[in-house]
């Protein structure tokens, strides 16, 4: 497999899921600005919709949407329990709050990182601050990750997009299961070495 990824987008969820799972990929830096890989493809001619994580697969199909992509890791390796059965009730929870990730959360960034003016933002950063309020009552009966004692790939994705909160002056000071959860996920061994990768943090 290859997977087109971006140094802290979104598509870093995406890579540390692969390096969870343990499964062997090829990882292409893809530059969002011009569009194009490292070694100067033009990234349209890959994925049309212009936009990261991008999964090639063995037979050369592309599959896109972090969702999606995420459960199919997770299917490929059901060893590594990125994500309960299908069918059932605790498949539904988590699907529950795949959907609330990349809608809810993910999506509401979006608008921080454009040319809106600050009185628009102000709007989507208190909508934020709302969604992880959410999040932290959902962690305040003690459990370490989103559906309970397993990292999942809903905990990759939700990491990946709240890391981005600094950035986007979106305060969660007052979340301190929130934060802790933040530092817990980081210290993970495949997050570690995912982060070291893309250039995020410096090596040992």
Same mark, same amino acid.
């Given at each position: 497999?290859?997977?087109?990824? @971006? !140094? ?7 890579? #540390? ?7 062997? $990929?090829?990882? %292409?830096?893809? &530059? ?20 990261? +994580? ?19 890791? @997770? ?8 994500? +309960?059965? !299908?069918?059932? =009730? ?19 960034? &979006?608008?921080? $990182?454009? &040319? ?24 305040? *009966? ?6 309970? !004692?397993?990292?999942?790939? %809903? *905990? @990759? ?5 709240? =890391?981005?909160? /600094? ?5 969660? &000071? ?5 934060? @802790?959860?933040?530092? =817990? ?7 570690? /070495?995912?982060? =070291?990768?893309?250039?995020? #943090?410096?090596?040992?």
């Amino acid at each position: 497999m290859k997977l087109y990824y @971006a !140094p802290g987008a979104c598509s870093l969820a995406t890579y #540390i899921l692969l390096n969870e799972a343990k499964l062997p $990929f090829e990882a %292409v830096k893809v &530059s969002t600005k011009e569009h194009r890989t490292a070694s100067g493809e033009d990234y349209y001619k890959i994925n049309p919709k212009g936009y990261v +994580p991008a999964l090639q697969l063995d037979d050369g199909e592309i599959v896109t949407e972090n969702v999606v992509i995420h459960a199919y890791i @997770a299917s490929l390796a059901p060893q590594a329990k990125l994500a +309960p059965a !299908p069918g059932t =009730r605790e498949r539904l929870r988590y699907d529950q709050l795949a959907v609330f990730i990349t809608t809810e959360i993910h999506k509401t960034y &979006s608008p921080l $990182f454009s &040319s809106l003016g600050e009185d628009a933002k102000a709007f989507f950063r208190d909508k934020l601050v709302k969604r992880y309020e959410t999040i932290e009552q959902m962690l305040s *009966d003690g459990r370490p990750y989103l559906t309970g !004692p397993d990292f999942q790939t %809903v *905990d @990759a994705y939700l990491y990946t997009v709240t =890391r981005w909160a /600094a950035g986007a002056k979106v305060d969660l &000071s007052k979340f301190a299961k929130v934060q @802790a959860y933040q530092e =817990r996920i980081t210290a993970r061994p495949a997050v570690q /070495a995912t982060l =070291r990768a893309e250039g995020l #943090i410096k090596e040992a």
